[in-house]
């Protein structure tokens, strides 16, 4: 027999719910959340909540205390179905939506107990939250799968002196990894950034591989170039997408010996140093506009690591955003700021294309009281149906993602016809790679059902 303990808001909720109980045959108890906050004995019962979100954090770092899994006993309701699919991506939300009437109250407490509704970065009390960024690619920031697989690759190369590529869009956390990489290889030297797009040609050699005393006016003493500088460390080579055509010779030259000349000295020099490149474009369409060295591209590409977007990652996103207000509110000495549910759905439907940077500037902006939305809103200049637009093609790439490309899968978990997927993929221009479900469509077969945290309750 089931136990439920509800702990709800909604008079009405609660009417379905223990109606549906007592069809069930279920065990149920009301009980408020201070009483919960202060009980040392709360059973196996699954507690239904209505809660808000710091309220639902509230109990569950107490159920944490006394050695229980939230994620399997804490069930959140809420009231909006469009939400629904959002949550279904977003573990921290992962919630169900409120069932219309006490039959479809049974369906969902039925499912209940097979549903993992929370997620560890909504079960990690505070404590377990770095306190720095020393190690930024540990588990209470790495929640999603795309994340995970980059986590993973470069685990591997991190103990591995060979050069790598980490490609991704600006602001996504290249200069991260490679400090990261860095920190983790055990190499005894400097890491030596060089910021390839604010390098001018004309001091490019100079910068690089060093100047000797008199080699031109002004060079009154020697210095040593980032070469010499990285020696027994890591050379970064940030935006190397933005290179001059000519400095990129002379680049794959001192890269290919691990060394070059100082500008006005003789005798060349050798520094042994790792090389990690970043950039935001893709190589190959480079090479093809004649922009990129494809030989230089050969030499760098021993490893290449892909680092996805924010809008890829948003399981990353709650604990990130929870960590950066943490920071800012010690930074700027100010109390830390609590959120409401309509400052998560913004954050959430946000498209995020500064990624992670944005992220980071927007907490500092919600720390110091500024305007978040009203102004951002004004100067992207779109609509309402530009947003829900964005917001669909996200929801979309997301599942077909989490379903490998299948497109019977995805059309199962988004719960639409198939036909009316394969429509939206070409209204949003979603390239298909997947021609699996257009036959599984013929025959009528929708395939096994996945396990679902989310339950869309408005058809039953």
Known sequence: MMNLTLCLHSE???????AAAVMMQANVRELDLDYLLKSRNLGCAQILIDHDVQQIRRLIMHLQALGVDPRRQV??????????????????????????????????????QSAVPFAKQLTASDTDMPQSVSDPL????????????????????????????????????KDTCALWLHEKSGLKGAFVHVNCAALPEQLFESELFGVTAGAFTGAQKDRAGKLELAHQGTLYLDE?????????????????????????????????????????????SLIR????????????????????????????????????????????????????PTDWDRLLAHPWRGNVRELKAHAQRFVLGLDLWGAEKDSEGEGLKDRLT?????????????????????????KIPLHSLYYRLRRLGIPIEDSQGLASEASGSQGEGNSL????TQGY
């Open 390 to 414: 964005q917001f669909e093609r996200m929801i979309i790439e997301q599942t077909l993602r989490q379903c490998d490309g299948c497109t019977k899968k995805t059309s199962a978990v988004l």
């Open 289 to 340: 506009q004649g922009r990129f060295r494809e030989d230089l591209y050969f030499r760098l590409n021993i490893s290449k690591i892909h680092i996805p977007a924010l809008r890829e990652r948003l399981d990353d996103l709650i604990p990130l955003y929870l960590h950066f207000l943490k920071l800012a509110a010690e930074a700027f000495k100010l109390p830390e700021p609590c959120l409401v």
């Open 240 to 284: 190397i997408d933005s290179m001059p055509l000519a400095c990129q010779a002379k680049l794959l030259n001192a890269l290919q010996y691990r060394g070059a000349t100082r500008l006005g000295a003789v005798k060349p020099y050798t520094s042994d140093f790792r090389v990690i490149a970043s950039t935001k474009v893709d190589f190959e």
């Open 12 to 18: 009405e909720l609660k009417s379905r719910i223990v």
């Open 138 to 173: 540990d588990e209470p920031f790495v929640q999603s799968s795309a994340m995970r697989r980059t986590v993973e690759q470069l685990k591997k190369l991190a103990g591995l002196s060979v050069d790598t590529i980490l490609m991704g869009e600006t602001g996504v956390g």
């Open 453 to 456: 945290t989310y339950l869309d």
């Open 75 to 112: 069930i959140r309701f809420i009231d909006k179905p469009w939400h629904a699919y959002v949550y279904h991506d977003i573990p921290i939300f992962a919630s169900i939506v409120n069932p219309p009437d006490p039959i479809a109250a049974v369906e969902v407490i039925r499912k209940l």
